[in-house]
């Protein structure tokens, strides 16, 4: 899989180098408040990196340096640490209880706290103590209204890729769709690249996709003849395929990057069908000469 994704990484970013040079440049407007609280020498950076934009100079990461530099940011294990903690705490749970099948008391409150809700909650409470405990109660509550109105929508948008992820593997639509697909005269790879772009489409959901596509691709395995492991890569693939207004993290792209909408379909949605495509013809390739 690594060995694959080399050539599709490489592809990607002289890709989306190109694409952005399509588009004009985005600069997010700075919130007021925000802009108040940087100090001389930063406000200095700050207009000398607008002298650049005007000028239409490329940025590059030192323009930035000394507009980060501020001693009351948290130290980057810590920042790390209040993201990595509840995908740890999430693992541990899995393993301990479905790979493992442990019991007693230590796995009873391992999940607990590892249950996705309660371990996001736990990064949540390190955050507001660790992260901005130099904040006052209400500078933080502002912070957290702001991550809210931001994060809203993608809620939403999550919520409602799952409820119909549910409704296709409930009915069974899944099923029809890729037997169908199995019982046409397309190549045999093209059943799984199919069933990732077809699984993902509606309900916008890369995840569900390659979930829902795996239970549905693995019993047609050895009917199909095709090698498992280019048809999970196959799979996961194309269920990337594609990011647009029904993906929440489609949304997440667009709000935390500060793009406006048509920006990001004209960008990174075609991106999410370009970079499946070239990765396709890789695996079919592969396919052909190896498998």
């Given at each position: 899989?690594i060995m694959?994704?080399?050539p599709?990484f490489?592809?990607?970013?002289?890709?989306?180098?190109?694409?952005?040079?399509t588009v004009?440049g985005?600069?997010p407007?700075?919130?007021a408040?925000?802009t108040?609280?940087?100090s001389a020498?930063?406000?200095?950076?700050?207009?000398?990196?607008e002298a650049?934009q005007a000028e239409?100079k490329?940025?590059?990461s030192?323009?930035f340096e000394?507009?980060?530099k501020?001693?009351?940011?948290?130290?980057?294990?810590?920042?790390?640490?209040t993201?990595?903690?509840?995908v740890?705490?999430?693992l541990?749970?899995?393993?301990?209880?479905?790979?493992?099948h442990l019991?007693g008391?230590v796995?009873?409150?391992?999940?607990?706290?590892?249950?996705?809700?309660t371990?996001i909650?736990i990064s949540?409470?390190m955050?507001m103590?660790?992260?901005a405990?130099?904040?006052?109660?209400?500078?933080c509550?502002?912070?957290?209204?702001?991550?809210?109105?931001s994060?809203?929508?993608?809620?939403?948008?999550?919520?409602?890729g799952g409820?119909?992820?549910n409704?296709i593997r409930?009915t069974?639509?899944g099923?029809?769709m890729?037997?169908a697909?199995?019982?046409?005269s397309l190549p045999v790879?093209m059943?799984?690249?199919?069933?990732?772009?077809?699984?993902?489409?509606p309900q916008?959901?890369?995840?569900?996709a390659m979930?829902t596509?795996a239970?549905?691709?693995?019993?047609?395995?050895?009917?199909?003849?095709?090698?498992p492991?280019?048809a999970?890569?196959?799979?996961?693939?194309?269920?990337?395929?594609?990011?647009?207004l029904?993906?929440s993290?489609f949304?997440v792209v667009?709000r935390?990057?500060?793009?406006?909408t048509?920006?990001?379909?004209?960008?990174w949605?075609i991106?999410?069908?370009?970079v499946?495509i070239?990765?396709?013809?890789i695996?079919?390739?592969?396919?052909a000469?190896?498998f």
């Amino acid at each position: 899989g690594i060995m694959l994704s080399v050539p599709l990484f490489i592809f990607a970013v002289l890709f989306f180098r190109w694409i952005s040079t399509t588009v004009p440049g985005i600069f997010p407007e700075r919130d007021a408040s925000e802009t108040a609280k940087l100090s001389a020498a930063q406000k200095e950076v700050l207009a000398r990196i607008e002298a650049r934009q005007a000028e239409g100079k490329e940025l590059v990461s030192s323009d930035f340096e000394e507009l980060l530099k501020d001693d009351t940011l948290p130290g980057a294990g810590i920042s790390f640490a209040t993201l990595l903690i509840p995908v740890l705490l999430i693992l541990l749970r899995s393993i301990c209880i479905s790979v493992m099948h442990l019991t007693g008391p230590v796995v009873v409150v391992l999940d607990l706290i590892g249950n996705p809700v309660t371990a996001i909650f736990i990064s949540v409470v390190m955050s507001m103590y660790i992260l901005a405990g130099k904040q006052t109660k209400e500078e933080c509550l502002s912070t957290i209204e702001a991550a809210i109105a931001s994060a809203g929508l993608i809620v939403f948008v999550t919520a409602a890729g799952g409820s119909l992820g549910n409704v296709i593997r409930i009915t069974e639509a899944g099923t029809i769709m890729a037997t169908a697909i199995a019982n046409s005269s397309l190549p045999v790879i093209m059943v799984p690249l199919l069933i990732g772009v077809l699984l993902r489409f509606p309900q916008g959901s890369g995840t569900v996709a390659m979930v829902t596509g795996a239970a549905i691709l693995a019993p047609m395995i050895p009917t199909l003849g095709i090698n498992p492991l280019i048809a999970g890569l196959a799979l996961c693939t194309t269920a990337m395929c594609p990011s647009y207004l029904n993906d929440s993290y489609f949304w997440v792209v667009t709000r935390f990057s500060g793009f406006p909408t048509n920006t990001s379909l004209r960008t990174w949605s075609i991106g999410t069908i370009t970079v499946p495509i070239v990765g396709s013809i890789i695996l079919i390739i592969v396919n052909a000469i190896f498998f």
